[in-house]
């Protein structure tokens, strides 16, 4: 019966070793792998070829042989160590390197610094996590032999882009100061407390550009640098009454004693004039620049500024009108008119506010409200005519949580309130049409220039034809050159007209699209809200809603919270 053995070589790699004796039972490949499986050598590599060949061999040597007669040796190696081997390879960014190992079959395992040598010679040269490392070569020198363990070695970094500069603020203007009033020990406001914070004085700091970034470079694992996108610059502007500090050229400086009022990327300074009361004993006040007063502006009074207007009180039956802010720290309370009866037209209220810029007040009734930016009242709205050209927020800061109580507003973009209406029915009227007529009005002036270019350009083509059909002898060739071109520029400007008219109808259709009244606790019924030629209102009471305009129709809308 011929034998199989295992046997070490030169190399440490394992030879099976065939003792040919003819007879008895025969030797097969599964035999083979049976006599590997039960020896110390399972790790190793099986050269299945080998053992085919082996196998072949003793069968040929066994062919010509007489029973129980031997024959030649057979040798050949069918077990080889194999030490583990590494792949590297990169995503298509080249910002991960991940390393696959391929664990040792007997042979030797990989190191941490192997494996790190191995991602060099593959160009990986930067961002190697070495606590990676160590722990992807311990995994792999105890997985089952033969097994393929990875994990990423190393990462690149992201560029970090730059910050754009910035204007940063150094003073309160009047209307910060008063929308946030000095706190007392005992935890109150004192509402009067405007001080001399509000004022600045020659040469203070007003205003300060923190400057762009140019950010931080990052890399790919190959090293190839990744660059930043640098913050875009900003100018700092230098508002009347400023200049730049000649100690440092990001430094905006109070060039007189006044008033600091915030413009965009900058700051001015306003002359001030301040007072405690405005009342019969004061007079009417007309300033040229900004007038702060303490306390309240008595009924009958005008109080008018080329600047901002800051109250420290209330407002009772008075006119202000002013280039810049107005803001109230109380209320602006008017005398008792009846809206329900009359035309808007026809009612004269005995508040007047016209301001510029923004308006803003504690709480405001019966009272004629005008400005160019936008009305923030934070506690309650009513009965009131206002016309503004940004929106109307009745609440405060954070949320629209105030009462819009009848009245008649005309808005620009939106309203916003707590509560729209009132149980008892009073209406209330919001018009978006300031910015339409505005449209409107351009929309005409182009039909009216494209009707005069439409005639010019008839009148020419008449012209045209008739010096065309002239005789040899009577025809002008400069004049109808001249015609011609006149005729081919009016109808060049009809396109052009043309295809501004179609932008402004476009452009009036978007708009009434986008305008709304938000009612974020309740809508009562009664509110009507016009929008162009369409109109419509509310006829009974609503949860948070909106009313807007969307396909030929005013629509109330509930407000879902998510």
């Not at 009958?300 to 207007?309: F, L, P, Q, W």
């Amino acid at each position: 019966m011929s034998k199989a053995s295992l046997v070490s070589n030169a190399k440490e790699n394992i030879d099976l070793v065939l003792e040919p004796v003819k007879g008895g039972d025969a030797i097969t490949e599964a035999g083979i792998l049976e006599l590997i499986a039960a020896s110390q050598y399972t790790d190793l590599h099986v050269q299945k070829a080998n053992i085919k060949n082996a196998v072949a061999e003793l069968n040929d040597v066994l062919k010509p042989l007489q029973a129980g007669k031997t024959g030649r040796e057979i040798r050949y190696q069918i077990l080889e160590r194999r030490d583990a081997s590494v792949t590297i390879s990169l995503d298509s960014d080249a910002m991960t390197a991940t390393a696959e190992i391929t664990t040792a079959l007997g042979g030797k395992h990989l190191s941490a610094k192997a494996i790190l040598n191995a991602a060099q010679e593959s160009g990986v040269k930067k961002g190697f996590i070495k606590e990676e490392l160590v722990a992807l070569a311990q995994r792999a020198a105890k997985e089952p032999a033969g097994t393929v363990v990875s994990n990423e070695i190393a990462l690149g970094k992201l560029p970090i882009d730059g910050q754009d500069a910035r204007i940063k603020h150094l003073v309160q203007s009047a209307q910060a100061r008063i929308l946030k009033p000095k706190k007392r020990e005992d935890g109150s406001v004192d509402m009067r407390d405007l001080g001399d914070i509000i004022c600045v004085k020659v040469g203070d700091p007003l205003v300060q550009k923190v400057p762009l970034s140019q950010g931080k470079r990052g890399y790919k694992v190959t090293a190839e640098p990744l660059e930043p996108t640098p913050g875009n610059d900003i100018e700092m502007k230098c508002g009347e009454g400023t200049e730049l500090s000649p100690k440092n050229g990001n430094i905006l400086i109070s060039k007189k004693v006044g008033l600091p009022k915030v413009i965009e990327n900058g700051m001015e300074v306003d002359e001030v004039y301040k007072i405690k009361n405005v009342d019969v004993s004061t007079g009417h006040i007309i300033f040229e620049g900004s007038v702060i007063i303490d306390g309240d502006v008595s009924e009958g009074m005008k109080v008018s500024a080329t600047g901002d207007i800051t109250i420290g009180g209330f407002v009772e039956s008075a006119i202000l009108k002013a280039g810049g802010d107005i803001t109230i720290s109380g209320g602006i309370i008017g005398r008792k008119q009846d809206l329900e009866t009359r035309q808007v037209t026809e009612v004269q209220m005995s508040v007047n506010i016209n301001a510029k810029g923004n308006i803003y007040a504690k709480h405001c009734q019966y009272a004629e409200i005008y400005c160019d930016g936008d009305v923030r009242i934070e506690n309650q709205l009513m009965h009131s005519i206002v016309d503004i050209g940004g929106k109307l927020w009745v609440g405060n800061e954070e949320k629209a949580d105030g009462k819009l109580i009848g009245g008649f507003i005309k808005a620009v973009s939106s309203v916003h309130a707590g509560i729209v209406g009132a149980t008892a029915g009073s209406n209330t009227l919001v018009h978006f049409e300031r910015k339409l007529d505005t449209l409107r009005e351009q929309l005409d002036d182009v039909e009216t220039r494209l009707k005069n270019d439409s005639d010019k350009t008839n009148e020419l083509k008449s012209a045209t034809t008739k010096l065309k059909a002239l005789p040899k002898d009577k025809a002008n060739p400069e004049m109808l050159s001249k015609v011609v071109a006149t005729y081919q520029f009016h109808a060049k400007r009809m396109g052009e007209l043309l295809q501004e008219k179609q932008t402004l109808e476009q452009t009036i259709q978007d708009y009434m699209g986008k305008v709304y009244v938000e009612a974020t606790e309740k809508l009562f019924h009664g509110v009507e809200l016009t929008i162009g030629d369409f109109s419509d209102r509310s006829k009974r009471e609503y949860g948070p809603s909106k009313m807007l305009f969307k396909d030929r129709k005013i629509h109330i809308e509930p407000i879902v919270h998510s």
